[in-house]
């Protein structure tokens, strides 16, 4: 974005130079209606008894004499200058947006079709003669060809256009600007926006706006429902769905989880502040009697080393009354119950490991509640993309939502792909494709070069990340794909495998023997690959 570098600058002098005249003149007719008013009073005998001898003193043409040189000498002076300081900025703005940018591109859309009416400078005096007139046709517009350089000129352009944007506005959910667009523009509804598609896009809208208020109880009914379609096929399923459904449970249960402990413990802040105001001289006590008191007697200082899993267990076992210390809140003990009946098949799966950590993370966190605590622990970037702004941290709900679109759009009867075409077009444009393009158009008009290579560019397109596709690996020891979390990583001997598959192989040792070589090979050795 090098070439809206000045433009800042400008448009903040402009802005400044405009704030000031706008200033000045108010403050000007501000004085000239104070003027003017005085003025009146004092030439009015009827107003009060003691303007006559003011009057007497002063004439009218005394007062009009001075109204007049206020405003040509004064007045008219100053808002001049201000005047001229505001044009010299517009000025200054015109030339430097005419240096950075070239001319207008070209229209997106044809000019409107000019009606064939015969003009008088187009008579023929040959019209009266039969020959003549027989032979002499009425002139026609000229159809566009694929040779026409204004984009969208010909119809089936135009109607492919307005069918990109119909199904755009579908899949956005905006139904209502959908119908509008359909009547006004006269399109025809597209063939893959039949009711039935329509009525599933209204779903997924739900569902999404849902979870995005965190609820996610009927995202969680459509896998389920999606998983026993899945299982009911008996293998002929598309491949990897079954694991893209299990990944999406798992991550909708960890958003469930997240989401009603952020609930409880903003409900517990409100109430814990109706306390303090309702109750102000009792607010040292109510201040020990919140989560952040010190533990009981009977606990003593945290062990620096993890319990046993038997005594872990046996503590779990035991209802939350026999435990020792204050039983915890109501929403802790609802997030752990609901997390323990659900997580638990999450953890007994041995496909992956990753997850047995991150839900364990889960379950500690709620030691170190409240927020204000857990906010210094290596827990708080759980709830931190919750709690702070989205372009501060990247979303999970956000990441969630495009994994469940994903798999909604996929199985529907008539199959579309996650993102739009207008949606994609307009991301690759925006992100400096078109800019880069129109540079490059430039340079070659104004070296008189033509570029003749078909479906190839003369430059590399920047792509935003979301946009660049490449091989995914899948690891020959445990037959998975590779994943941020599990990537790919080379050995010294040359062969590739997952990194989990590594660790398997290092049995908890510095060095591990190659599965397809004799090699032995150190586990820092090994270098992780990009595909």
């Given amino acids: 974005m090098a070439h809206l570098d000045p433009l800042p600058h400008e448009l903040a002098q402009l802005a400044s130079k405009q704030s000031l005249a706008l200033s000045h003149d108010l403050a000007t007719l501000d004085e000239l209606i104070a003027r003017l008013s005085r003025a009146r009073d004092r030439l009015d005998p009827h107003s009060s008894p003691d303007d006559a001898h003011s009057l007497a003193e002063s004439t009218v043409a005394d007062e009009l004499l001075q109204l007049s040189s206020y405003v040509k000498n004064t007045a008219y002076r100053d ?44 008579f023929s005096p040959f019209s009266s003669f039969p020959h003549f007139a027989a032979s002499s046709t009425t002139p026609t517009p000229v159809s566009s060809t694929p040779s026409d350089p204004t984009p969208f000129a010909s119809p089936s352009a135009h109607s492919a256009l307005n069918s990109t944007i119909a199904t755009h506005l579908a899949r956005s959910g905006s139904f209502e600007t959908l119908d509008t667009f359909l009547r006004e ?49 008996e293998g002929g ?115 992956h490991p990753s997850r047995a950590t991150e839900i364990c993370a889960l379950f500690t966190s709620t030691m170190y509640l409240p927020l204000s605590r857990l906010a210094s622990t290596p827990y708080a970037p759980i709830y931190a993309p919750y709690l702070l702004p989205p372009p501060a941290v990247p979303s999970p709900t956000e990441s969630l939502l495009a994994l469940f679109t994903s798999l909604f759009l996929a199985r529907l009867p008539h199959k579309l792909p996650r993102d739009g075409p207008l949606k994609v077009v307009t991301d690759v444009g925006g992100s400096g494709a078109l800019a880069k393009i129109m540079k490059v158009r430039a340079v070659m008009k104004e070296k008189k070069t033509e570029w003749s290579a078909v479906g190839e560019l003369p430059v590399e397109i920047p ?45 908890g040792t510095p060095t591990l023997k190659c599965p397809y070589c004799p090699v032995v090979s150190h586990f820092n050795s090994c270098v992780r690959v990009y595909f």
């Avoid at 009927?218 to 379609?229: F, T, Y």
């Avoid at 960890?254 to 814990?272: M, N, P, Q, W, Y």
């Fill in 79 to 122: 808002a001049d200058k201000a005047h001229k300081e505001w044009s010299s900025a517009v000025s200054r703005l015109g030339k430097t947006v005419d240096k950075k940018f070239s001319g207008p591109p070209a229209p997106l859309f044809p000019p409107a079709p000019v009606p064939a009416t015969p003009s008088p400078s187009t």
């Fill in 463 to 507: 792509l935003p990340l979301s946009y660049r596709f490449h091989s995914i690996f899948s690891c020959p020891v445990s037959k998975e794909q590779s994943t941020p979390q599990n990537p790919p990583m080379l050995l010294p001997c040359g062969h590739v495998i997952a990194r989990e598959s590594l660790v398997r192989l290092a049995r």
């Fill in 237 to 351: 399923g598309v491949p990897g769905e079954a694991d893209g459904l299990e990944e999406l449970e798992y991550r909708l249960r960890k958003e469930e989880f997240v989401r009603i402990v952020l609930a409880g413990e903003a409900e517990a802040a409100t109430k814990r502040e109706a306390a303090m105001v309702g109750e102000p001289e009792h607010a040292g006590d109510a201040a020990m009697d919140t989560d952040e008191a010190p533990p009981p007697a009977g606990f003593g200082r945290r062990k620096s080393s993890v319990l046993s899993t038997t005594s872990s267990l046996s503590l779990v076992r035991q209802p939350p009354s026999a435990l020792p210390g204050p039983a915890p809140p109501t929403h802790v003990q609802h997030a752990l119950s609901n997390g323990g009946l659900h997580f638990r098949r999450f953890i007994a799966s041995s496909s």
């Fill in 185 to 233: 523009s006269g399109t025809a509804r597209p063939p893959e926006l039949s009711d039935e598609v329509v009525q599933n896009l209204k779903e997924l809208r739900e569902v999404v706006e849902d979870v995005r208020r965190g609820k996610v109880q009927r995202a969680l009914e459509w896998v389920a429902k999606a998983q026993a379609e899945e299982e009911a096929r």
